[in-house]
């Protein structure tokens, strides 16, 4: 599947954005769906994840309370919703996909390479 992620931009420390993640081919419903983050000089890092079927979410600890991902009703677009944001937020956002079929849990959600199909990255600047 090919994903498309957007909705980056720069926004001020506490304000909220909203990325989205759709594809632009393939059949996005029937994958789990990961999303990741590389800050500048930093390796890629877990943020969120979401089964196929729109549950059993998993944060990384650092947005728990202020992140909420989700799915719409089709399954072929997902989001991350970003409130509070802060600085050390801002980095390059991925959105990733991997096959349904597969065990669903904590470990496998954050581990990028058990991810099938990655989109480009959207830029999330977080100012001061």
């Known amino acids: 599947v090919q994903l498309q992620a957007s909705g980056g931009g720069v926004v001020q420390a506490g304000g909220s954005l909203r990325l989205s993640c759709a594809a632009s081919?393939?059949?996005?419903?029937?994958?789990?769906m990961g999303w990741f983050r590389q800050a500048p000089g930093k390796e890629r890092e877990f943020v969120a994840a979401?089964?196929?079927?729109?549950?059993?979410?998993f944060y990384v600890a650092s947005v728990k309370g202020r992140f909420a991902i989700s799915r719409d009703s089709t399954g072929n677009t997902g989001y991350l919703q970003m409130y509070s944001l802060k600085v050390e937020d801002t980095a390059v956002y991925f959105c990733?996909?991997?096959?349904?079929?597969?065990?669903?849990?904590?470990?496998?959600?954050?581990?990028?390479?058990?991810?099938?199909?990655w989109g480009q990255g959207t830029l999330v600047t977080v100012s001061s």
């Open positions: 990733a996909a991997r096959q349904r079929g597969r065990p669903w849990d904590a470990a496998r959600a954050m581990s990028g390479g058990d991810y099938d199909d």
């Open positions: 081919e393939g059949d996005f419903s029937t994958y789990n």
């Open positions: 979401v089964s196929w079927i729109n549950t059993r979410p």
